[in-house]
């Protein structure tokens, strides 16, 4: 028995709930009497919808499959060998749910190695060997593809990456080592860091080929069948493969160094994945394989055994499952069909709302406001991005004529709404406002449309208080850019029924979002946390600390931005707003910022200017403000923002705002794009000793998002 099998063996049992996929040789005979072929297909027996991956049994069963061709091989019965996947997927790489149940190095260390000494043994045939990457590739899906000699890939494919940098690990099984050696370590770096990091970019076949990750492409339809023409012509001699030498020179310390200013940028050296993938592309430069291949097994036994990974397959996990079964939804039986569409309001939000639900929901959708102006202003700005679609080739004619004729305007809200099943408001954030929009609608739809508000912080149960039927009014809270972030906070006022709140999470699902069911509480989720911790930042620059100090303060944490440019996007009124509204609810926990008051009444966009290119603090701003002598360092205003966080989301639970941690962390992560080392938030708070510290408790079980014990 090997060392190899022994490892896999022993991981089998260690993952007994493995999806396992099994690797099947057939022979044929290549066109053109190039010999005889051996194919290898990669299946786990479940359609696209189930991709398929790579555990310890997968990788025993592809270790079988090539003691079958190797012995093939030797015997000189066959001329190649291939490997290829199911139907529109390739491989998508290692079972994350096998690496989660690992409590020791040593098992970590042997994952690395037992992936690394199966797909070596392509490499080691003694006969010549092709990926045909059919279908998706991701990870070791795309790596076991790199230990062959040529790769061919399908035009159709739209999702080909190494996202490993992404959840905390390193691309482990060959792609740190060999992919810099193949296309040029600055390409490399592109995908292995850059793609990874800027929410895991994908590749489509096209650019795979363009980058001389494959040698050839070919059209969908008849992939596999051009891949073995070509792959005749390869093994006859009549085409020969050229590929350009990587530069081992300075550039490629060029391209490692942009990778750290990258991950720097990215992540703020809070994450140590994309600086030990960095590590082994540096080193691979002098085209030792085997070394190369036994840092990657080195990187992946700490990352694997690292917290940071176990947050990120924890906030994986979150987006991936708990997201599409929202938590607390009414049975789907109970929604609503929902065939029209209605949009109070015309502005910038509101035109988002129109275009996102005639996108997804393919229904006609009308926008009214207070006047005709911004109606038709609405409606064209809608038209202008269908237009752009059109022009990026994200839709064809056909669609984007019919995207037009869906999105109308009107001032007369009796024909707008009258048939409208679902009508959603996106006007001022002010309770009055809100309170007649929803009085005038109840006048004019029919008795059992959904009523939906956009609200941000203020109380749907408020909103809809006097109404002859509030139990079909629900918040629907988007965060902006409304295309981009996939959140949708689902508010259940004190007397929404069930049907209109199943109606809500059907209507979420058809637009592709991801639907947290929250209690109708100040600000919710997002903006509550939002609020808190940056009122405690806004409240050092009061006291006196330095704007630039207290803005860097949380730079550790890796977050998107920093606390004064997500002021700067939010927008300092709405902000402003928000807080008033939280500083009504909690005074003792909530404060309102006069200084930030003065910014709004001078009509300020935000602390910074921009005009040298790069941001400098505003000095008309920095004249507007009246500041304390007590100046906190770095240290002191990041402790003091993260007990502040950790109190929150304590309080928040015990009010029940979500069913569980997890909730908060998905909406963290979905409608705030907190990056997934930090898990969303509480992952961070326990192994940082915050949450007990501040609640005298965890936030979740040890096990959970963290190594098991």
């Not at 700005?381 to 004619?397: A, N, P, T």
């Amino acid at each position: 028995m090997s060392g190899t099998t022994e490892t896999l063996r022993a991981a089998a049992e260690r993952f007994p709930d493995e999806v396992v996929t099994s690797a099947s040789v057939r022979h044929l005979d290549l066109p053109g009497n190039g010999g005889r072929f051996a194919l290898i297909t990669l299946d786990n027996g479940f359609d696209h919808t189930k991709p398929t991956t790579f555990g310890p049994r997968s990788l025993a069963n592809l270790d079988a499959a090539i003691d079958q061709v190797q012995a093939e091989a030797d015997a000189g019965e066959i001329v190649g060998v291939g490997l290829t996947g199911k139907p529109f997927v390739f491989a998508v790489g290692a079972d994350l749910k096998g690496v989660e149940v690992l409590r020791e190095r040593d098992e970590a260390l042997a994952i690395g190695r037992g992936g690394h000494d199966v797909f070596a043994r392509l490499a080691g045939l003694a006969v010549p060997t092709f990926a045909y990457y059919n279908g998706a590739a991701l990870g070791g899906g795309v790596e076991v593809g790199l230990h062959c000699a040529y790769r061919t890939v399908s035009r159709a494919v739209t999702a080909f990456a190494l996202p490993e940098v992404f959840l905390g690990l390193v691309p482990g099984w060959g792609g740190c080592t060999l992919l810099p050696n193949l296309i040029g370590a600055d390409r490399a770096v592109t995908v292995i860091i850059e793609n990874a990091l800027s929410q895991n970019r994908m590749l489509n076949g096209t650019k795979v080929y363009e980058l001389g990750i494959a040698d050839a492409l070919f059209d969908g339809a008849d992939f596999l069948e051009q891949s073995l023409v070509w792959t005749s012509a390869v093994l006859r001699g009549e085409i020969e493969v050229v590929r350009q030498e990587p530069d081992r020179g300075t550039a490629w310390d060029e391209a490692v160094a942009r990778g750290r200013t990258i991950a720097d940028d990215k992540v703020h050296g809070a994450a140590p994945a994309a600086y030990r993938a960095l590590e082994i592309v540096s080193q691979a430069r002098d085209g030792d394989v085997r070394a190369g291949f036994a840092a990657e097994d080195e990187a992946l036994a700490d990352l694997i055994m690292g917290e940071e990974l176990r947050s990120g397959l924890y906030a994986f996990n979150l987006v991936q499952r708990r997201a599409k079964r929202p938590v607390g939804a009414p049975d789907k039986s109970l929604a609503r069909p929902v065939t029209k569409v209605g949009v109070v309001g015309a502005g910038l939000m509101a035109s988002q709302l129109a275009l996102l639900f005639a996108r997804r929901l393919e229904v006609p959708v009308v926008l009214t406001d207070i006047d005709q102006e911004r109606v038709d202003k609405g409606v064209g700005w809608v038209h202008e991005q269908v237009d752009m679609l059109l022009l990026k080739g994200r839709i064809g004619q056909d669609k984007a004529n019919r995207l037009k004729a869906a999105v109308t305007g009107s001032l007369d809200r009796v024909a707008a709404f009258a048939d409208a099943d679902f009508v959603i408001e996106a006007v001022f954030e002010e309770m009055s406002v809100k309170r007649q929009v929803f009085a005038e609608l109840e006048a004019v739809v029919s008795p059992e449309a959904i009523l939906a508000t956009n609200t941000s912080s203020l109380s749907v149960t408020e909103m809809a208080a006097e109404l002859k039927h509030p139990e079909r009014v629900v918040g629907f809270h988007f965060f902006n850019p409304v295309a981009v972030l996939p959140l949708l906070e689902i508010v259940r006022a004190e007397r929404t029924d069930d049907a209109s709140l199943a109606t809500a999470f059907a209507v979420a699902r058809k637009l592709k979002k991801s639907a947290v069911l929250v209690k109708d509480a100040p600000a919710f989720v997002v903006n509550r946390i939002l609020t808190r911790f940056m009122g405690e930042v806004l409240g050092a620059i009061d006291e006196g600390t330095p704007v630039e100090v207290a803005d860097r303060a949380l730079e550790p944490l890796g977050l998107p931005m920093s606390p004064i440019t997500l002021l700067e996007l939010v927008g300092p009124a709405v902000a402003h707003h928000v807080a008033g509204t939280l500083h009504g609810a909690f005074p003792d926990r909530f404060g309102v910022s006069e200084n930030l008051g003065r910014v709004v009444a001078a009509g300020k966009r935000g602390l910074y200017t921009h005009d040298s290119g790069k941001p400098e603090l505003d000095p008309e701003v920095l004249a507007l403000f009246e500041v304390g002598d007590r100046v906190l360092t770095e240290e002191q205003v990041r402790a003091r923002a993260l007990d502040a966080i950790a109190e929150e989301v304590g309080l928040m639970l015990d009010e029940g705002v979500v069913a569980e941690a997890q909730d908060i962390d998905l909406c963290l992560l979905t409608g705030a794009g907190w990056p997934f080392h930090l898990g969303g938030i509480t992952p961070y708070l326990d192994r940082a000793g915050i949450s007990e510290r501040v609640l005298g408790r965890r936030l979740l079980p040890r096990g959970v998002a963290s190594v098991p014990e």
